[in-house]
């Protein structure tokens, strides 16, 4: 019963939940959770884009994914009003993305499967990619964690105290938008932003300190990720939707009882 | 020692602030100003937040910049984040040090600022969970806690109630007893007028700058906020205009 295929969906949700906590908790602490939409539609046409190359230069199409949704981190960092910024990228991308997907009629199922997440399909190339991105921004968060708070509380404050508080934005956008390509590759493009935004923001209404929001978080997601397989084995669903309805089905739940 | 010397700075071609020039050395200095007359993009000048087009600022004799250091700062009291559970301890601490891991000198320099500001028994509690004037009172200790040489505050009395404000000033006085420079941005400057050794007032332009029985005065007043203020004399001699004051 326990085929390879559902060992690899099992690691890729404990990867998932890490990146939920992580990611998606410093998401909710800087205010900024339409930059998981926005990333992970840039990370489509990156994809796209890097599948209609693929005769030219064959890398993995996850780099291309990298590094468009990195772009996106980077101009919402720059600009005034990140959120702008984030639209027009956002906008910019899918019109990217639709352009390669026409011209690569004969492989769009590959991007389609970007798009609605393949967590039974994923190859063990995939997980070692995941698992890879995975372990650095591990490292980097835990080594720069008092700096990304100090930058989500109050950016010119950090200033002030001399952290490189510009820097620091880049780093953390950046880690955010590789963080919503690995979970995109798991769950897919549409359903990234509920796996990464809704756990950490349930956690985040109901924990009493930020060590509580990490792991309740991380927690949240690995609950939802499990009812999703489980009831994919089961059952004709595909596991990121029920996934992602139990993810946000948690942080409804919270919000009634916190209102 | 802050030197400003023909500042002049726009937000994308609007004006905010013109030509301003003042200095000081070991002074208690306020900053005040109707709404938008550029006191926190001075401050933020000074502090090498912004950068300007125009003109030299000079704190401690270095670039604005280098001198941060050297800067105890309290934002105007929007500008933070209060959305997520960080501890009142976790945000002192973060003006003791630049250090990534907290000493136990670090931790005490933060235990008696929260104590300087009377706040002690909210060490461990979450800052979203404290009254807008405790969270005030809680990033005034953040700046103290730097120990710093100069101290900015922005709008430090905005929600404060009165016996807290008496003892915030309280406090900035013994701080300038011990030597700490200080520039108070406020909208009701009857409070500290004793105390402050100069003004500045603003309306983009420096209005006039000097101690406060130089500045305060109808003409000036009229000056900078566009309109008759009324004055009230105290038996000291001052010149207090009724702005945005509660006995008023
Ligand atoms: N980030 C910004 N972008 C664009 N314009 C700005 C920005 N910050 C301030 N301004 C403009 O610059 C002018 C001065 O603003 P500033 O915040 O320095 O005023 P202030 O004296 O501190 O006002 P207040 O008493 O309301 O705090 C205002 O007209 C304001 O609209
Ligand atoms: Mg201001």
Redesign the interface.
């Known amino acids: 019963m326990l085929d390879e295929f559902i060992i690899r969906a099992i690691i890729a949700i404990l990867l998932l939940a890490i990146n939920a906590s992580i990611a998606g908790t410093f998401t909710i602490f800087k205010d900024m959770p339409f930059l998981v939409a926005g990333s992970a539609h840039a990370a489509l046409a990156g994809a796209a884009m890097m599948i209609a190359l693929e005769n030219y230069i064959n890398i993995n199409p996850l780099f291309g994914a990298i590094i468009f949704a990195i772009l996106v981190a980077f101009s919402a960092a720059k600009a005034k009003q990140a959120n702008v910024a984030i639209g027009i990228a956002f906008a910019f991308s899918m019109a990217v993305a639709v352009l390669f997907i026409s011209l690569i009629k004969e492989q769009a199922a590959r991007v389609w499967g970007l798009l609605f997440g393949d967590l039974l399909l994923l190859t063990n190339d995939d997980i070692f990619l995941m698992a890879i991105a995975t372990v650095l921004i591990i490292i980097v968060c835990l080594a720069f964690n008092r700096e990304f708070l100090f930058i989500s509380f109050d950016m010119e404050g950090a200033m002030v105290q001399g952290i490189k508080a510009n820097f620091f934005n880049y780093l953390l956008l950046s880690i955010i938008a590789v963080s919503t390509v690995v979970t995109m590759k798991a769950v897919g493009a549409i359903l990234v932003y509920a796996m990464l935004i809704a756990p950490a923001a349930a956690a985040n209404k109901k924990a009493g300190s930020i060590a509580g929001v990490f792991t309740m978080a991380a927690f949240f997601a690995l609950f939802a990720g499990f009812i999703g397989l489980l009831l994919s084995i089961y059952f004709p669903f595909s596991p990121s939707a029920i996934a992602a309805l139990v993810a946000t089905s948690i942080y409804f739940i919270l919000y009634k009882k916190g209102s | 020692m802050i030197e400003v010397k023909n500042v002049s700075y726009a937000y994308n071609g609007n004006i905010a602030l013109q030509n301003v020039t003042f200095s000081s050395k070991d002074e208690f200095v306020a900053v005040m100003g109707p709404n938008g007359s550029g006191k926190t993009t001075l401050i933020?000048l000074i502090?090498g937040?912004l950068e300007s087009e125009k003109g030299e600022i000079k704190v401690f004799g270095r670039e604005a910049k280098e001198a941060?250091?050297l800067?105890?700062?309290m934002?105007q009291k929007d500008?933070?984040?209060r959305?997520?559970?960080?501890?009142v301890k976790?945000?002192v601490l973060?003006?003791t040090t630049?250090r990534?891991f907290y000493t136990k000198e670090d931790i005490e320099k933060a235990k008696k600022s929260l104590e300087e500001v009377g706040l002690p028994h909210l060490w461990n509690e979450?800052f979203s969970s404290l009254s807008q004037g405790q969270q005030q009172r809680v990033m005034f200790a953040?700046a103290l806690a730097?120990e710093p040489k100069l101290l900015i505050l922005d709008e430090p009395f905005s929600a404060v109630d009165l016996p807290s404000r008496d003892k915030m000033i309280d406090i900035l006085n013994e701080k300038r007893r011990e030597g700490m420079e200080i520039i108070i941005v406020v909208h009701n400057i009857n409070p500290i007028l004793h105390e402050i050794d100069k003004v500045l007032l603003l309306n983009k332009k420096a209005i006039a700058f000097g101690s406060p029985r130089e500045v305060l005065n109808q003409e000036t007043l009229k000056k900078a906020y566009g309109t008759d203020i009324q004055i009230v004399v105290c038996k000291e001699g001052y010149c207090h205009p009724l702005i945005g004051d509660e006995h008023a």
């Open positions: 933020k502090m937040l941060r250091n800067i105890g700062y934002p500008t933070i984040a959305h997520f559970p960080i501890r976790d945000i973060m003006g630049k990534r979450r953040r730097k």
